[in-house]
Structure formats: C-alpha cells, structure tokens
C-alpha cells in the first residue's frame, strides 16, 4: 500500500534557524511528492512538489524540499525561520493505484518558530 | 481569480440527519475531489470527480455520496449523520486527470454533528 509518513508530530526552531520537516514515503513505481502547508482555520496551501529531475525542488515562500531516492525521503526545508512559519505542514503522495489523482496524506507536523 | 469556494464554512447538525456541502472550484479547474480531516490528522480522501462522473473513490461508507454539475461545482451529501462525522471536510480543484497536476483547496466546512 502506497504511505507518508511524517516521523515528528512538532517541530521546534528559533526564528533564523534552518528548519527540517520530515517525510518518508512508500509507493510502487516512481513517486509523485507534495507538500501543503494549513494555517488555523484554513485550508491547505501548497508549496512544492517533486515529479522528476532535480532532486532538490524549490518552491513558496522561501521553502524547498530535498528528494533522496534512496532512503525514500522527501524533507522539507528552509534556510532561515520566521515566526510566521509557524503552522501545520503536511507531506503527500499521488495515489498511482487508481484511476483519479487522490493524494495521500501524512499526519502532519506542527512547526513552532520561537522570536 | 477566485480560488476554490467552499460553503457553509461552519455547520452543526444533529446525529441521523443529512446535510450537503458546496464547493466551487478555481477558474478553469475540470477535476473536484473531496477529504474529510479529523481533528489532528491528516485529510483522507472521500472522492473524486470529473466530467460529472465520480472518477475515484476512496474507504467512506455509502452514506457518503456527491455531485458534480456541469459548470463543474461540486456537492457532498453526507445521510445518517453519526457523531463521528464531526470534521473539517475539504474541496479541492484540479486541472484535468494528470498525476503530476498539485491540487488547490479550499478553506474547508466544520461540520459539528451534536
């Protein structure tokens, strides 16, 4: 069965610090990879994906994500923190088994940037 | 450019009744697809559609059921409420059936089911 799995359910950075939220994933075949990040009281946003190519994508607000083939990871990074940071990050995978284009989600990781 | 719309945004309903949820997806968008996310988990897919059929369909019971209207709007029908409902349920556009295409969602509808 295809699976996310994001290891930490909090992180924490003081703001300035480079921040990592972890991903791991497991798919059949080649794996399609997001990232959306959701505010309180919101919905999801997204942020980058990984389809091919460089393994190092980079996307929305300052963020980029690192594909290692390898050790199956799709981590999230971000050089320098800011409080407003502060959220909800999920990491998701395309559902290759079936027809549509669902996407399967982690749990989710709180990242918590301290000024 | 309006993004993904979803309506109510909140909503209490007792258990056993029924209740539709509605969502317009962004501009241009052909591909509707609905998650429910429980609190302090991750969004699990109830459905998909595009072209007006129900394209992918996800481990929800039958009570669980949409629509998708020919300017591509969408509805979730949810029948016997039962408590464990209660949720943030999700809409999310797409363009088209491609597997690399990311999705845009909307800011969601709590439904409260008391």
């Known amino acids: 069965a295809q699976s996310v799995a994001q290891p930490e359910d909090q992180v924490n950075v003081a703001e300035g610090n480079p921040l990592t939220v972890k991903c791991t994933y497991s798919?059949?075949?080649?794996?399609?990879l997001f990232w959306y990040v959701q505010y309180p009281n919101r919905g999801l946003q997204f942020l980058l994906k990984?389809?091919?190519?460089?393994?190092l994508v980079k996307g929305s607000y300052g963020f980029e994500a690192e594909f290692n083939k390898s050790q199956t990871s799709f981590h999230l990074k971000k050089p320098s923190a800011l409080v407003s940071d502060s959220a909800l990050y999920f990491c998701?995978?395309?559902?290759?088994?079936?027809?549509?284009?669902?996407?399967?989600f982690g749990k989710g990781t709180t990242l918590s940037v301290s000024s | 450019d309006a993004g993904v719309t979803q309506s109510p945004t909140h909503l209490i309903k007792t258990r056993g009744q029924q209740v539709t949820l509605r969502c317009s997806p962004k501009?241009?968008?052909?591909?509707v697809s609905w998650y429910q996310q429980a609190l302090g988990q991750g969004p699990q897919f109830i459905f998909q559609?595009?072209?007006?059929?129900?394209?992918q369909r996800g481990n929800f019971p039958d009570r669980f059921s949409g629509h998708q209207f020919p300017n591509y709007s969408s509805e979730l029908n949810v029948n016997a409420l039962l408590l464990g409902d209660s949720a943030l349920y999700l809409c999310?556009?797409?363009?088209?059936?491609?597997?690399?295409?990311?999705?845009?969602f909307g800011q969601g509808t709590r439904l409260t089911v008391v």
């Open positions: 559609y595009y072209e007006e059929e129900e394209r």
């Open positions: 501009s241009g968008h052909d591909t």
């Open positions: 999310a556009s797409s363009l088209g059936q491609a597997k690399t295409a990311e999705a845009f």
């Open positions: 798919v059949s075949g080649n794996p399609y």
């Open positions: 998701a995978v395309r559902d290759l088994n079936q027809a549509g284009t669902a996407l399967i």
């Open positions: 990984y389809i091919t190519g460089d393994n």
